[in-house]
């Protein structure tokens, strides 16, 4: 653990509310049984950054057998990141990858021309009760990179950046912030990092990024004498200095943002491009089901099934 200066802002509280440019407060989906919440894309907001997709996870409880069972599906154009506070999942793809994810580290999956990958709570877990609880998003791919091969990484909770200063911890996950970068591998500037605040404890978002957003996982932080609270997410104006506060119960928020895109993306199912002709292409090669000769793969041990196109 390192003090980080950075983390302390200059001044006790430069932020009026006419820095927040949108406010998001995510519908809920019910995924067979189990909840997320999720944040983006939504009516007022495509993107942050280059972030363009930002599901809640749980919290969730299983009992005995149970668990999330999200079965082999295909993505293009984007990188997937997960990240947990409580439980674990196993991660198997078309790689050949068999990852098992823990609180505190990150997978970064970068799906480029095409990847499928399911997801699922591991055998070992189901022997007993268990929870679920964390982040996943997608991070949209510049149009230079759309075309990428697929990559996968794991970063364990000892290789990602961690701060603190007077009464606040952060650990980076992807990018840069607060002079920091971690080792994952990205194609544009961006940051997403997860901050606890002690109660009372101000936090200045990094200022070297264009789109900066914050979202309240866990109590409640004051943005220039207004409180939100768990389950929101604020968009700031770009330029703007802006220290947030957490409150008498503390915080736990995901900071994220970035470089802005070139232009809009699509996104359709686990599909994202920046045209409709590359969504169009990935339909069609995922209807074909040409599993040994054609564009996707399914996870060498997990393809006994996979998720029909809608």
């Known amino acids: 653990m390192s003090w980080n200066p950075l983390l302390d802002p200059q001044n006790p509280d ?29 009516a007022k ?37 997960t990240y947990l ?16 994810i823990y609180p505190g580290e990150v997978n970064w999956m970068i799906a480029g021309n095409g990847v499928t990958h399911s997801e699922r709570t591991s055998a070992q877990t189901r022997k007993g009760p268990s929870k679920l609880f964390g982040i996943q998003t997608w991070v949209a791919l510049p149009e230079s990179h759309e075309e990428t091969d697929a990559a996968f990484e794991h ?3 000892e290789a990602l950046p961690f701060l603190q200063g ?26 997403y990092a997860d901050a606890i605040l002690d109660a009372g404890a101000s936090l200045p978002l990094p200022d070297n990024h264009e789109d900066r957003g914050i979202y309240v996982t866990q109590g409640s932080i004051d943005v220039a004498g207004d409180n939100f609270e768990a389950g929101q997410m604020m ?5 703007d200095a802006i220290t947030v506060k957490a409150g008498p119960a503390g915080a736990r928020l995901i900071l994220l943002g970035g470089e802005t895109l070139g232009g809009p ?12 002709e590359k969504i169009d ?12 000769h054609g564009r996707f793969q399914l996870p060498p041990d997990d393809n006994a099934e996979f998720i029909p196109l809608p």
């Not at 998001?24 to 944040?39: C, K, S």
């Not at 009992?63 to 295909?74: F, K």
């Not at 968009?235 to 330029?239: Q, S, T």
């Open 235 to 239: 968009v700031f104006r770009p330029g």
């Open 281 to 292: 292409a990935a339909k069609e090669a995922w209807a074909n089901g040409d599993w040994e």
């Open 45 to 81: 907001r495509q993107m942050v950054g280059p972030f363009i997709f930002f599901d809640q996870m749980g919290p969730a409880e299983f009992l005995t057998d149970q668990g999330i069972d999200v079965r082999p599906h295909p993505h293009i154009g984007l990188a997937t990141v």
């Open 166 to 191: 007077e009464g606040k911890q952060v650990r980076l996950i992807i990018g840069n912030a607060y002079g920091e970068r971690a080792p994952t591998k990205t194609f544009t500037e961006m940051f």
């Open 14 to 42: 430069p932020t009026n509310m006419d820095s927040i440019d949108t406010i998001i407060v995510p519908r809920a989906r019910d995924i067979g049984g189990f909840e997320v919440r999720r944040a983006l894309p939504s």
């Open 85 to 100: 506070y409580k439980g674990e999942f196993q991660h198997r793809d078309s790689l050949g990858t068999n990852q098992m």
């Open 265 to 276: 993306r699509r996104i359709w199912w686990n599909f994202v491009a920046s045209s409709q």
């Open 155 to 157: 970063h364990g909770e």
